[in-house]
């Protein structure tokens, strides 16, 4: 199971569009997706809490289990939003499906950051060339993705699915920032 893995990131990355179909439609047992989750969410704060300078979080947000609660509720957030917003546009993907998109996505990108981050380290003009590059990337395999989560015959459905999820995702993130009296950072 874990060479076919491998090989579904390989696809991912090379051709997300035929790796799309694949991993939405791969069985899974349905207590793997939230453990998943958990798996991303800590492994996400765990690296925030290393590579963020001390100073960058305010309050009770410097704490890796904060930061990790905060991570995996935004990763369920963008995957409720995705579905909502992809059914509007005449989708058929379910929060679950996209849950599992989007923890795949996040998956690889943990991944390209970490060896960013490695590389950066060594060459860091470099590591910001190739991470534009693959920020830009990352882009377009999460609009394949979504596509393929709601079963859309073209992209440009999902790259309007995209646009107004991010669109509604900051919007929400500002609100709830400001009613816990979150502050923007002083430059």
């Known amino acids: 199971m874990t060479s076919s893995w491998l090989d579904l990131a390989r696809q991912s990355i090379l051709n997300p569009m035929a790796a799309a179909p694949l991993l939405v439609s791969t069985p899974l047992n349905p207590a793997v997706v939230p453990l998943t989750l958990a798996l991303v969410a800590v492994l996400n704060g765990l690296l925030y809490g290393i590579l963020l300078p001390v100073d960058f979080f305010s309050g009770g947000f410097a704490s890796p289990i904060v930061l990790a609660t905060l ?102 993130l500002s609100v709830l920032l400001s009613a816990m009296g979150v502050a923007p950072v002083e430059v």
Do not use: E, N
């Open 71 to 172: 991570v995996g509720g935004v990763v369920w957030g963008s995957a409720a939003i995705l579905a909502a917003v992809g059914r509007m546009f005449g989708g058929h993907g379910t929060t679950t499906t996209l849950l599992r998109v989007t923890l795949w996505l996040q998956i690889l990108r943990l991944t390209a950051q970490v060896v960013l981050s490695v590389v950066g380290m060594i060459v860091p003009g470099l590591a910001w060339m190739v991470g534009m590059a693959a920020g830009i990337w990352g882009i377009y395999m999460m609009i394949c993705f979504v596509a393929a989560a709601h079963g859309f015959d073209t992209r440009l459905k999902a790259v309007g699915v995209v646009g107004v999820t991010f669109v509604s995702a900051v919007l929400l």
